[in-house]
């Protein structure tokens, strides 16, 4: 473990955050200058290719950036939350059945009215996000000593459960819609505009600050539940808590953009290999780090084929894999 002056990690993270967003404006189909992008951002550009310029970049690509930024960040804390509080360093948003939960969701408004993916797939997802997070909650009961093994057992049962449901449903669904939702479920920035970015904004911004008031909480459960219990937390009541907050991320970020799986868990381990993940440096850096990833992964998902888009959930499940391949490698050959 390296560790390393967290203010001056803290600063660097945010300024190549700014940096990265900056350059995602330029990357794309239509091929951007610097110049160009720093020009588009100032007000008052004449011309008609500044124009054209500012449409490409304020229109699609700033909202776009923007929503990936927030989604790394969201999906990153919530993997946190997950793996602090389960004390399981493998925990992660999808684990407990909220994405198949959301699919389900969008899926079952398709079957029943028809047609493609409509302005009702947000709401659709967030209340099958919801409704696996409260079976979930059910399921595991209120027993302390086997809550968190019956979580996890139980969000693998209900996720598995989900997509049974989602692919018998798909089977009896119009071809086109079925396109469309498969696309959707495997994550997508496509659907970013203005007018919705302030939802998950809201969310995660609450939650990041819920989280850092919390923080000391946050520490103890990591000594373990008898520990915690000794300095005064009701681990039960705290647990179920900050569940329900990483699911709310969670449930807001796939009724936005879909399924993108692995940030929540391969960010908070790669920050916890510098950063203590208790402090509010930790939590901070998390939340920055993942949304730096997901920038890069959709700047990727936008320019490795020609006119085409690659779902950013291929991308993240790709990446997460060979991280801890490679992590498990060195572990397994490190000295003792």
Request: glycine share 8%; hydrophobic share 55%; with cysteine.
């Amino acid at each position: 473990m390296i560790r390393i002056n967290q203010t001056l990690a803290l600063i660097i993270t945010i300024l190549f955050a700014i940096l990265s967003c900056f350059l995602a404006l330029s990357l794309g189909a239509a091929e951007i200058s610097f110049t160009d992008v720093w020009t588009s951002l100032l007000p008052n550009v004449d011309g008609e290719q500044a124009f054209f310029f500012e449409r490409i970049i304020w229109e699609l690509r700033m909202p776009r950036t923007l929503l990936a930024f927030l989604a790394g960040c969201g999906l990153a804390v919530s993997g946190l939350i997950l793996q602090t509080v389960t004390r399981n360093p493998l925990a992660d948003p999808y684990l407990f059945g909220i994405s198949s939960g959301a699919s389900l969701g969008v899926v079952i408004l398709v079957a029943l009215y028809g047609g493609t993916l409509s302005i009702f797939t947000s709401g659709a997802a967030f209340i099958g996000s919801l409704v696996a997070m409260l079976m979930l909650l059910l399921i595991a009961g209120r027993r302390q000593s086997q809550q968190v093994e019956s979580m996890l057992l139980a969000g693998v049962a209900l996720s598995f459960l989900f997509s049974s449901f989602t692919s018998l449903l798909l089977y009896h669904t119009d071809p086109q819609a079925v396109a469309a939702i498969l696309f959707w479920t495997m994550g997508s920035f496509s659907r970013a505009q203005w007018t919705t970015l302030w939802f998950p904004a809201v969310v995660i911004i609450s939650c990041v600050a819920v989280m850092l008031a919390y923080r000391r909480q946050l520490n103890a459960m990591l000594l373990g539940d008898e520990s915690a219990t000794t300095l005064g937390i009701n681990v039960n009541r705290f647990r179920i808590v900050m569940l329900v907050l990483s699911s709310l991320i969670t449930a807001t970020l796939v009724s936005m953009c879909g399924g993108i799986g692995f940030v929540g868990l391969m960010i908070p381990h790669i920050v916890r290999f510098f950063v203590s993940q208790g402090t509010v440096y930790g939590i901070l850096l998390t939340a920055l780090v993942g949304g730096i990833f997901m920038i890069w992964v959709d700047v990727l998902s936008r320019i490795v084929l020609d006119n085409q888009e690659l779902p950013v959930g291929v991308i993240t499940a790709a990446s997460g894999s060979m991280f801890f391949l490679t992590l498990l490698y060195f572990r397994k050959n490190r000295p003792s």
